[in-house]
């Protein structure tokens, strides 16, 4: 069974960082890309970040500069270093990937920006 499961989320002032992890049941270069959305209160789900198999990144606009996925094969985990933390930050972060054609999600980790 397939399964993705964040850490790393917590309450953290503004212009701290956070690390997040994905761990996935199954090889991670099986996904084709692997990537972080979240959703903030009251807002749809937003794709942050993704990463090829072949380890090339792309990220949203708003966390350009700020964000950076990574990830360890051998370990099947994904990661996503957040530096600069801003208030409008604060959301559910969830990693999602595709694996035999169909959509896998984590549970979610909850970050929390606020002083």
């Known amino acids: 069974q397939v399964q993705l499961v964040e850490s790393g989320g917590g309450l953290v002032q503004p212009g701290g960082s956070l690390r997040l992890s994905c761990a996935a049941s199954?090889?991670?270069?099986?996904?084709?890309?692997m990537e972080w959305y979240r959703q903030a209160p009251g807002k749809g789900r937003e794709l942050v970040a993704m990463i090829t198999s072949g380890g090339g990144t792309n990220y949203a606009d708003s966390v350009k500069g700020r964000f950076t996925m990574s990830k360890v094969n051998f370990v099947n985990a994904v990661y996503l270093q957040i530096d600069y933390l801003k208030p409008e930050d604060t959301a559910v972060y969830y990693c999602h990937g595709v694996w035999n054609g169909v959509d896998y999600w984590g549970k979610g980790t909850l970050v929390t920006v606020s002083t």
């Open positions: 199954v090889s991670i270069s099986s996904f084709n890309p």
